[in-house]
């Protein structure tokens, strides 16, 4: 069974910065583990849908961006320790969400949220203009 738990929200002001952490822990129904799981976040704002925000492959190797948040944001991962982290750097009043980690099984760096199989539980990241 998958588990994922993300931390590191928290309130920030304009322009500041924050990391998000996600822990990953499990094996999924293919087998696979963490190292080669491709890895997503994805943010929900109060009354819109849950949008993509940045995924990164299992090696590391390709990373992908919304484009909001592109120049900004940085997604990495630790395969040794099973994290997946988000830097979010200048952040904007728009970035408040809840931020959620996911995991992709097969590999596949994609921003469609259906296409994702397990999710954190979310962590809320507030910035104060």
């Known amino acids: 069974q998958v588990q994922l738990v993300e931390s590191g929200g928290g309130m920030v002001q304009a322009g500041g910065s924050l990391r998000l952490s996600c822990a990953a822990s499990g094996r999924a129904a293919s087998g696979r583990t963490f190292s080669r799981w491709a890895m997503g976040w994805f943010r929900q704002a109060p009354g819109k849908e849950r949008e993509f925000v940045a995924a990164?492959?299992?090696?590391?190797?390709?990373?992908k961006y919304a484009d909001s948040v592109k120049g900004r944001f940085t997604i990495s991962r630790d395969n040794t320790k099973n994290t997946v982290n988000l830097q979010m750097n200048s952040v904007k009043p728009e970035d408040t969400a809840v931020y959620y980690c996911?995991?992709?099984?097969?590999?596949?760096?994609?921003?469609?949220?259906?296409?994702?199989?397990?999710w954190g539980q979310g962590s809320q990241v507030t910035v104060s203009s």
């Open positions: 990164i492959s299992w090696s590391g190797s390709t990373t």
């Open positions: 996911a995991v992709q099984t097969l590999g596949w760096v994609i921003t469609n949220p259906d296409d994702y199989e397990h």
